[in-house]
């Protein structure tokens, strides 16, 4: 199945075009396409429908009729005196369908030859074969009888239909007794055509339009003469008893009179011609490329529906415009087959896709890396095991565990320039095309993009990963197998990376103090500690990073990082941040009555950024004026603006309309930085540790803080460095021209009472 669905989706579309047409012209060669096209007639009949022309009125050997004269055959005297009344009321002409052939009343038929006689050659009588006896092939012609001919004409009444028993066409003429006869229709119409050739009937023509008296009322003078005056006038049955009834296509059983009516009225609207097949097999290939062009699926089935609308659309302006008949048959059964052809390719592409593609990534899978390389022999293979997937999963949703996977994922691919595959759950595999000479480079750079840690959901996490590598000419499963094992053999002895995955029965056990939160707050449990950040060109404390932490009574001192994420799963963390803001909102106050001039860095979560009602608590809180605004600064990622961007921006600028500083904390690790500092309102940056701590040794870490700082004071930003530990990374980052540096060399975090003394300290020094 799976090496079908790779062929089928791999299929050229030109073959499906040909496809399409061999369809077609199958059709035709079958004779398909006329049986088929029939189907069609109800439609036409619909959409090319007309009104009559009015021309042609129609006296109904109706019910009514049948109930006054009460006899059958009728005596011919109600047809002298039909023919009379019309004469009199000035018809056009005057044709029967009604069969004269044999003798009725010598009375009658007397009268009825008087009356044919006194309208000399403005009737027209009806000839017809039929068959001689039941089983007999052999035919008789009828013809009206010889006292009735000498002052009329003969028309041909014969229909003929199709093998299913429905009428659609008529003859433009009929030989009876070795002589061509017109067609009632076409005498009517004034058409001439050749002896048993046929033109199809307008079934669109509604036959209830076509003017209708019924023969009593004629024959009673009932009826206006205007309605008849200069009109070619039909004489026929449409009395239910009287039989001489057709199929039709779409208006099902009429009275063959009616049929007649319609033939003449289609006549007279022009003679039909038969369009092309070869023409609009040609416009279905031109038009299918709407089908197959398109590279959505949605675009190409809404292209087909087109396809077949145009079709069915330019047949019936055809035949209602230049009265040009072509068939819809073939060309929808064209653009039908070609449809299908494109669906089965996008259903192969489909299933390709779901056999090759991780749903949950969309990374390409083990099949698809299968498909990729597997023909690529020998060549350096790379397995990356990812240790604490399932932790971070269960900590901080599904989502953030396949997110994890596509970040490192991106590193690989920044590393390897090769497609990466996500080969398990926890398993990435890549086959680099890096040469032998450059396989020592290669490691490096994969190992230092890495060990970064990686920034899921607003938090960074220390991913657990693992190298292993496998070479040779062996198969391509062989050399995943071997990658693999050395992963795992990497993992169990830390060769590669320190496995620093979740204990998740400890995890679980740490969700019950989401329940102590709340009290933990109003009992004081909840501490704010605070790391100086010294401005390194006044050699002074000037600033103090807020950080939370929890001394449980039980539990002793808990992390942030263990707490903090539980509480913004839990949708605590905004009465946390704003205790913390009132926190240290008070701690400034008093360091300000003591004489110290400081301000303060409070990080404010991700999943608070835009949230309204912090807006407001935060309001609320500015609203005590216990320091001025402009003492305070809002440290937030790169991932608190990335899910409303716009929205996020709009909300920081209003902190900072406010008088709040608004700070990016650790530049350098997201993935859009230079785009966000176009963006945002900032008015400081902080570099990343991971940058800073070896700046004064590595010459690319040195590069690239230098460049930030430059770049930060161009945009008229204040400049924070973290992970400061020693003099020589100071003296750089004073030679550098950055404002601030933070990190143990200058104080770890400590309570507000041990700031005190350190300012004094200071003061004294």
Known sequence: MSSLSAAIARFPRSVVLLAGLAVGLLMVVGGLDVRVDRLFDPLRAVLAGRVPSGRVVVVEM????????????????????????????????????????????????????????????????????????????????????????????????????????????????????????????????????????????????????????SFIDVRDGRFPPALVRGRDVLIGATAIEMGDRYATPHWGVIPGVIVQALAAETLIHGVPTAGSTATMMLAALILAMAILIPRSSRWAYA??????????????????????IYPLATPLAM?????????????????????????????????AMVRDVAAESGGLTVVVTIGNFDAVATLLGEQAGHDLILRLADRITIASDAPVYRIGDRLLA????????????????????????????????????????????????DRLLNATRAAAEAAATSVFRRDSAIDVDAMERRIVLMGELDQAI??????????????????????????????????????????????????????????????????????????????????????????????EAVDALLGRQLVPPESLTFEVTESATLAEPERAATILRGYRDRGIGVSMDDYGTGQSSLSYLRQLPLTELKIDRSFVQHAHLNRPDELMVQSTIALAHDLGLKVVAEGVEDE??????????????????????????????????????
């Not at 103090?544 to 539980?566: K, N, Q, S, Y």
């Not at 404002?739 to 309570?751: E, F, I, N, T």
């Not at 507000?752 to 004094?760: C, F, M, T």
């Open 62 to 213: 109706d019910a009514a009729s049948v109930g006054a004269i009460r006899r059958w055959p009728w005596p011919r005297e109600h047809y002298a005196a039909v023919v009379d009344r019309l004469r009199a009321a000035g018809a056009g002409s005057i044709t029967f369908d009604v069969d004269l052939s044999s003798a009725n009343t010598p009375a009658g038929d007397r009268r009825l030859a008087a009356a044919l006689a006194r309208a000399d050659g403005l009737i027209a009588l009806p000839t017809f074969a039929q068959q001689a006896r039941s089983g007999d092939t052999r035919s008789i012609d009828s013809l009206p009888l010889p006292m009735f001919r000498p002052h009329v004409a003969l028309a041909s009444v014969s229909m003929q239909p199709d093998p299913d028993g429905v009428v659609r066409r008529a003859p433009f003429a009929t030989i009876t007794a070795g002589v061509p006869r017109p067609s009632l229709s076409a005498y009517i119409a004034r058409r001439s055509g050749t002896a048993d050739t046929f033109f199809p009937i307008d079934f669109g023509i509604d036959p209830a339009a076509l003017p209708r008296i």
């Open 303 to 324: 292209g087909g529906v087109l396809a077949m609308a145009a079709v069915i659309a330019g047949v019936i302006a055809a035949q209602a415009v230049f009265n040009i």
């Open 335 to 367: 653009l039908g087959a070609i449809g299908i052809g494109r669906l089965l390719i996008d259903i192969g592409h489909r299933l390709e896709i779901e056999r090759c593609v991780d749903q949950p990534t969309g990374l390409g899978n083990r099949s």
């Open 430 to 477: 890549v086959k680099p095309g890096v040469s032998a000479d450059d396989l020592a480079d290669y490691f490096d750079a994969l190992r230092a993009l890495l060990i970064q840690p990686v920034e899921i959901a607003g938090r960074r996490i220390d991913a657990a990963v693992h190298l292993g590598t496998a070479d040779g000419g062996a198969s391509l499963q």
């Open 522 to 615: 109003e009992c004081g449990q909840i501490e704010v500690h605070y790391q100086p950040k010294l401005s390194i060109a006044e050699d002074r404390i000037s600033s103090v990073e807020a950080l939370v932490r929890w001394r449980h009574p039980t539990r002793g001192m808990i992390r942030p990082d263990i707490f903090i994420p539980l509480a913004e799963q839990a949708d605590r963390i905004s009465a946390l941040t704003c205790f913390v803001i009132d926190r240290t909102m008070r701690d400034l106050a008093r360091w300000q009555l003591e004489g110290f001039d400081l301000t303060a860095a409070i990080n404010i979560s991700a999943t608070l950024v835009a949230e309204p009602s912090f807006v």
């Open 728 to 765: 020589g990374c100071l003296a750089f980052l004073r030679s550098a021209g950055c404002d601030m540096a933070q990190g143990y060399l200058v104080s770890r975090p400590v309570p507000a009472l041990v700031i005190s003394e350190l300012l004094g300290q200071r003061e004294v020094a």
